[in-house]
Structure formats: structure tokens, C-alpha cells
């Protein structure tokens, strides 16, 4: 049985989508929609950066977002894909959204680029901080975070559960910082700061997440087929209604993506396809569940093998 698994932010490379915008026409048509919903030239970001704008979140978004669906499009062109489920990290649940026919992808480019300028002002540039926990259980920091909130009166709280062993925090600086070096004292084997521009999923982008749901208004949602396993509940959801309100509830509450996969492999999922920029999600795949079987198409190269790999699952 196979999933698709969808990427976030963090996945972007200069260069990214040029070579299957060349080889395919259903991929062409996708960066064009995207360049014409926008109003700017999202392509060429993705094509020629510079990396300092394309790591600027309002342009990472709709970047990574319309790469991933012009993979997905240049396979689906080569042959049947039918997944019994998709999923995504965060931004990626746009993605998958896309792919399961529950948003239009017009739609969807232009609600996440303003999803990445609401999330970059929900903050002061400097006043929040992420950073990635390696070698201790989740349970342990979510409680360290909580102790520290409590010690410090600042926010701090897991943002990404990406494995067993892998846990981002997320908060203000000041508290972000406390809980690094506290994380030493409970056994983490290494703290590493990570180079974002906002503290992602936490409390401190309330702001960002009510201006998310004015920006859906309008915005027709459909059933998604197949179900998206959802950020939020870590289950799958084929209920149009709740997509909005999952969608906000996503920006403040953290990436359950461990529990994702864990509910994917319980519903029977062997064979999980990441369809966009790098493998992050597939190195995370293999410190969650070393049995799955994991591929990626990242690249216009990639195809022939990736169709293999689907007619495997």
C-alpha cells in the first residue's frame, strides 16, 4: 500500500523543479498557473533564487508547494498513481491537500503565500527562536518545555515531533535558549539551533493563524479522495468542513509527524513516495520505521525509478 508524503519548509534548493519544468508539459503548466496566481514569477525563484529570497517564507511556500505538485504532475502524466493516503510536514499538507483533490491548486499557491508573510509578521524579526533536540524522547522534552514556560513566564513548546529522537521547540529567544541548555542536563545528545526566520508552530503565531482563516474565505474545499492524514490529529480526514479549521489550528500546534507515519503504517501503509525538493522526509522515515519501504521524486531523473517503485507498492 503506498502513501505520498509531501515536504515543508527547509526542503528548498536553488534549482529546484527546473529540470521536470523542461521535460514535462503537465509540469510547465503548473509553474505557469502558479506565476499567473501569484502575480510574480514564483518560477524563477525556484529556478535561479537568489537562496536569500528564496528563503524568505512567503516565497519558500508557494516555492516548495508548486514544485512538489509539478512532480506529482509530470508522474501522474506517465502513468496511474492511486495512493490510499497522502500526508505532508507542515507546509506540505497544502500538498497533499492538492494532490487529493480537496483544494485547487490556484487556490492553494495563493493562500500559502500569504500564510508565509503572516507568519513572518507574527513575530519581530529576532525575538523567536527553533531549535532541533537529538537524542531524547519526545515525552521529555514537551516536559522539559512546560518546566521552562513555567520558570521563565516566556513561550516555549515542542513545534515538529520528526522522530522518536528528534524533536524542534520552538518559542521566544529568551526561552528557547534556557531550554537548550537544560536539554543537556536531561541526556540530549546534541542542540542545534535552526536558521529560521520565525519560532513556526507555537503560540507565538496566534496572529498569523486568524489572519490564515480570513484568507480562506471564499475558498472552495472538497472531500479529499484519498484521505489526508492532517498535522494536527495525526489521523486521516475526509470531512471537507474541518480542512480550515485544522489548517489554522496547524499554525500554533506542533507537527505530529511521528504519529502520522505510525497511523499510516497502522492503516497498512508499506511504501511511502516524498514527492518534492531533497529527502528530509525520508531520512526522517528511516529513524521512525526502518521496515517502510521509501523512495523520492525530487528530480525529472527520478522517474523511472519512482514508477517502479509504485508498481512495487
Known amino acids: ?6 515536504p515543508g519548509q527547509g526542503s528548498q534548493e536553488v534549482g529546484m523543479g527546473r529540470d521536470v519544468f523542461e521535460s514535462s508539459p503537465a509540469a510547465r503548466e503548473v509553474f505557469v498557473a502558479a506565476d499567473r496566481a501569484l502575480g510574480f514569477d514564483v518560477s524563477k525563484y ?13 516565497i519558500q511556500q508557494p516555492a516548495l508547494l508548486t514544485t512538489s505538485i509539478a512532480l506529482l504532475r509530470a508522474l501522474e502524466d506517465s502513468g496511474s ?5 497522502v500526508a505532508g510536514h507542515s507546509l506540505g499538507e497544502y500538498s497533499a491537500l492538492v494532490a487529493s483533490g480537496a483544494m485547487a491548486f490556484e487556490d492553494a499557491v495563493r493562500v500559502v503565500n500569504a500564510r508565509g508573510r503572516f507568519m513572518q509578521e507574527a513575530v519581530a524579526e529576532g525575538s523567536g527562536a527553533m531549535a532541533a533536540v537529538l537524542g531524547c524522547s519526545a515525552e521529555a522534552v514537551a516536559d522539559l518545555c512546560c518546566e521552562v514556560a513555567a520558570s521563565t513566564g516566556e513561550i516555549v513548546s515542542p513545534a515538529n515531533y520528526n522522530s522518536p529522537q528528534q524533536t524542534v521547540i520552538a518559542g521566544t529567544r529568551e526561552a528557547v535558549a534556557v531550554a537548550r541548555e537544560r536539554a543537556q ?5 546534541k542542540v542545534v539551533e535552526l536558521a529560521v526566520s520565525a519560532p513556526f508552530h507555537c503560540a507565538l503565531m496566534a496572529p498569523a493563524a486568524e489572519q490564515l482563516r480570513g484568507a480562506m474565505d471564499g475558498v472552495a474545499f ?13 489521523a486521516p480526514n475526509s470531512d471537507p468542513h474541518r480542512i480550515p479549521g485544522l489548517l489554522v489550528s496547524q499554525v500554533t500546534e506542533s507537527v505530529r509527524f511521528t504519529e502520522m507515519i505510525e497511523c499510516l503504517r497502522g492503516k497498512g ?4 513516495l516524498e514527492v518534492g525538493a531533497g529527502r528530509v522526509l525520508n531520512g ?4 521512525i520505521d526502518r521496515r517502510s519501504q521509501r523512495e523520492s521524486l525530487s528530480h525529472a531523473a527520478d522517474l523511472d525509478r519512482v514508477r517502479e517503485f509504485i508498481a512495487e507498492a
Do not use: W, Y
Open 46 to 58: 525556484c529556478f535561479e533564487g537568489p537562496e536569500e529570497d528564496l528563503r524568505r517564507t512567503e
Open 1 to 6: 500500500m503506498l502513501a505520498l508524503l509531501f
Open 269 to 272: 501503509v508499506t511504501h511511502f
Open 284 to 287: 526522517l522515515l528511516a529513524r
Open 81 to 85: 498513481v492511486k495512493p490510499a493516503f
Open 222 to 234: 472538497q472531500a479529499p479522495s484519498p484521505p489526508v492524514v492532517t498535522n494536527v490529529d495525526a
Open 185 to 189: 542536563e536531561i541526556g540530549a545528545k
